[in-house]
């Protein structure tokens, strides 16, 4: 019986597809008409089950298209309802999930060229943003994707959408971008349009975020612009007039110096194209022999000022790499560079917070190494005290200069041994003190090169490192032997192995956090207490939690997924002591003037189900209480696992230069599922205790004696 339904079914496939042909050469209806009939005789046969429902589906679905196209039919809305259908049945993996992608994002732009509904353009962009990643160069799918009008139909349409500066017009411009990799032709014209959004959003709340990479983006687009594209010719104008008045806004001389440079060059530019304009106008008089024109002016020199080479170049991101002395931290750098940039040495000679910087390239993109000597290597008396806090003073300016892009990822080096109370110290120090736990951290183990299996070290090891505190983004098991003649296979092919697992492990997990004036005077200040007590990672007094979650009022649940007891100041959480604050939502016209309190984390809960003033309310949030220099964790409410939740943060709340949220989820209230709860509870508890800084003893020994005061019934 099956045997026969399926013949049928291809049987019937085939006339309705003879009539599409038909109809396709000679634009008759009854031909249009046969076809849907057809297609539609077909679907009916394969129930929502059957292995050929979504061809079906889709087959219908480029039936009536076709028909709208030529106007024989108007119901474009079928089409693209079928065409979801399809998608449906076709998930991520599966073989036909990209073809049902082009498909819908087709129909998607027929209908806005029609109807010019934005929300049609939107979808388009994400979708095919969805399948980029698949899409290798080379491979017949990236000839699709990249060879039909789909694509550079929605590029143009969005960026000929006026200037917003809602969330919605700045994340369709992001998406924008991703579809312009370098060299594309329409690059310049989207990172200029992202910028516009972004300068409209700083005019309207005010955040320097927004302003510091409009300036950032426009500095690109400039870079990459050819030289005669007359959409894009007011460009250095517009950046020159955003330079002065970032400068008027923030008093930053870097900034005047950059507009200064930039105007005196395009002054130059200008009045050569004007001498060459009004030489070419000018013609001998008849009879009179023509004499050569004077030869053109030298071209200007480009500016010379540093500042301004900072804002044309491409993002450079500073990867700190820290750790013993001994423990392989130039032969990591050398081994991500694939060169020798950095010399190695077993001295252990004092230079606590001495650095050595190494440009590098992964992939097109420019990283900057921060190689830093042992926190160790000073203790035993070779550095002195004011020496030692010169250097720390000089890494940290170095960090946060015109010509760095703040701090991207923290990668510390441990050799093959078990997790140390000295490993304690310098991740504290480094991640708390210093990172303030906004860049994710990663742990390079070196000197694995006789190991039967490398990774198998971390099988046995790792869970020491969470068992101290310890907690990594990701980590990488490695030799960092240098090659040479006469070694083995064995350790060449480890050699290689390593080098190009440790350049993964830098492009994999570099964030972006733009540090400024506040960050230094914490940072220093963190770091002295610290080392003065001996970076104890034992927490001497209840780490102070700032929660905003507007739902909650009950004393009994302090917020969603945090139970416990709720007194004055205090409360356990997980097992743990934590200060606790509740504070109201903010909006951007809530005054930022006030003292507000310091936390030691912040805390924010998010609606999944509340888009459009999501990432609005959380800058108000973030901007209120430091959240530059204090971790931040996002609970984002209504959904039900880890990584739907960071999805959702990335997408809604994130941006640029704000560096590492913490995220997880907490599920529906109204929700019966309490092992789903529980699971959130804990989760939620874990990332408060990774994700709080460490505080010094030296800081709170006062503040601890007034609070108890204060608890005194």
């Given at each position: 019986m099956r045997m026969?339904?399926?013949?049928?079914?291809?049987?019937?496939?085939?006339?309705?597809?003879?009539?599409?042909?038909?109809?396709?050469?000679?634009?008759l209806r009854e031909h249009f008409h046969s076809a849907i009939d057809g297609f539609q005789a077909v679907l009916d046969q394969c129930p929502f089950d059957h292995a050929h429902r979504a061809a079906a589906l889709s087959n219908l679905a480029h039936a009536i298209l076709c028909g709208f196209t030529k106007t024989i039919d108007n119901d474009i809305d079928r089409a693209i309802h079928l065409f979801r259908s399809a998608l449906t049945l076709r998930p991520r993996g599966h073989i036909d999930h990209p073809l049902?992608?082009?498909?819908?994002?087709?129909?998607?732009?027929?209908?806005?060229?029609?109807?010019?509904?934005?929300?049609?353009?939107?979808?388009?962009?994400?979708?095919?943003?969805?399948?980029?990643?698949?899409?290798?160069?080379?491979?017949?799918?990236?000839?699709?994707?990249?060879?039909?009008?789909?694509?550079?139909?929605?590029?143009?349409?969005?960026?000929?959408?006026?200037?917003?500066?809602?969330?919605?017009?700045?994340?369709?411009?992001?998406?924008?971008?991703?579809?312009?990799?370098?060299?594309?032709?329409?690059?310049?014209?989207?990172?200029?349009?992202?910028?516009?959004?972004?300068?409209?959003?700083?005019?309207?709340?005010?955040?320097?975020?927004?302003?510091?990479?409009a300036v950032h983006l426009s500095c690109e687009a400039l870079a990459v612009c050819p030289a005669d594209d007359d959409q894009l010719s007011a460009l250095p104008g517009v950046l020159s007039d955003t330079l002065g008045h970032r400068f008027n806004h923030y008093g930053d001389p870097a900034d005047l110096y950059e507009r200064i440079a930039l105007d005196t060059h395009l002054e130059a530019l200008d009045s050569r194209s004007s001498s060459s304009s009004q030489r070419g106008i000018t013609a001998p008089e008849h009879g009179q022999q023509s004499s050569p024109p004077p030869p053109p002016p030298p071209p200007p020199p480009l500016p010379s000022q540093a500042s301004m080479s900072k804002q044309i170049r491409p993002l450079e991101r500073n990867i700190v790499i820290f750790g013993d002395s001994g423990s392989g931290k130039s032969s990591v750098i050398n081994a991500i560079a694939q060169t020798q940039l950095a010399k190695t040495s077993s001295s252990a000679t004092g230079c606590t917070f001495a650095y050595q910087r190494y440009r590098v390239e992964i992939s097109g993109q420019t990283y900057v190494l921060f190689d830093t000597a042992g926190l160790n290597e000073g203790t035993a008396g070779t550095v002195p005290a004011a020496k030692a806090d010169e250097n720390l003073k000089s890494l940290l300016h170095e960090l946060m200069s015109?010509?760095?892009?703040?701090?991207?990822?923290?990668?510390?080096?441990?050799?093959?041994?078990?997790?140390?109370?000295?490993?304690?110290?310098?991740?504290?120090?480094?991640?708390?003190?210093?990172?303030?736990?906004k860049v994710p951290i990663v742990v390079v183990v070196t000197g694995l090169e006789n190991e039967p299996d490398m990774e198998s070290w971390w099988s046995a090891n790792g869970k020491?490192?969470?068992?101290?505190?310890?907690?990594?983004?990701?980590?990488?098991?490695?030799?960092?032997?240098?090659?040479?003649?006469?070694i083995s296979d064995v350790f060449t092919r480890r050699i290689e192995e390593s080098s190009e697992v440790l350049r993964n492990l830098v492009v994999n997990n570099c964030s972006d956090w733009v540090v400024d004036d506040s960050w230094f005077k914490q940072s220093l200040a963190a770091v002295r207490n610290m080392i003065s007590d001996g970076g104890n990672s034992e927490r001497s007094l209840p780490s102070t939690l700032i929660i905003c979650d507007p739902s909650r009022n009950e004393e009994v649940e302090i917020a969603h997924c945090i139970r416990g007891t709720l007194r004055p100041y205090f409360a356990r959480i997980g097992g743990d002591t934590y200060q606790v604050h509740r504070v109201p939502a903010l909006d951007s016209s809530s005054s930022n003037t006030e003292k507000r309190l310091e936390g030691d984390l912040l805390i924010y809960y998010a609606r999944a189900d509340e888009l459009s003033a999501a990432r609005q309310k959380f800058n108000a949030f973030y901007t209120a209480y430091h959240g530059n220099v204090v971790p931040v964790v996002v609970v984002v409410k209504g959904l039900d696992d880890r990584q739907a939740a960071h999805q959702w943060v990335e997408k809604h709340i994130m941006y640029d230069g704000a560096g590492r949220l913490f995220s997880t989820f907490a599920p529906a209230e109204e929700l019966g599922d309490d092992s789903l709860k529980q699971q959130a509870e804990r989760e939620l508890q874990d990332l408060?205790?990774?994700?709080?800084?460490?505080?010094?003893?030296?800081?709170v020994r006062g503040k601890q004696k007034r609070l108890a005061r204060r608890n005194r019934p």
């Open positions: 026969v339904l399926r013949s049928k079914i291809g049987l019937d496939t085939d006339a309705a597809r003879d009539a599409y042909t038909l109809f396709s050469r000679s634009n049902s992608i082009l498909d819908l994002c087709h129909a998607l732009c027929k209908r806005h060229s029609h109807q010019k509904d934005h929300a049609d353009l939107r979808e388009a962009a994400d979708l095919y943003c969805s399948i980029l990643p698949l899409c290798v160069e080379g491979s017949h799918l990236h000839q699709v994707v990249f060879d039909t009008s789909g694509i550079p139909y929605v590029i143009e349409q969005c960026n000929a959408l006026p200037s917003d500066p809602s969330d919605e017009s700045i994340s369709l411009r992001r998406i924008v971008l991703e579809l312009c990799p370098p060299r594309h032709q329409h690059r310049a014209h989207s990172l200029n349009k992202l910028a516009e959004d972004l300068y409209a959003r700083f005019k309207r709340d005010g955040h320097k975020g927004h302003f510091y990479e015109p010509r760095s892009d703040g701090i991207g990822l923290l990668v510390y080096c441990v050799r093959s041994t078990r997790a140390r109370r000295a490993l304690i110290r310098n991740y504290n120090i480094f991640y708390s003190a210093i990172c303030r736990k020491e490192f969470k068992s101290r505190g310890m907690h990594f983004e990701d980590h990488a098991c490695v030799t960092t032997l240098r090659k040479h003649s006469g408060i205790r990774q994700a709080c800084l460490i505080r010094s003893e030296r800081k």
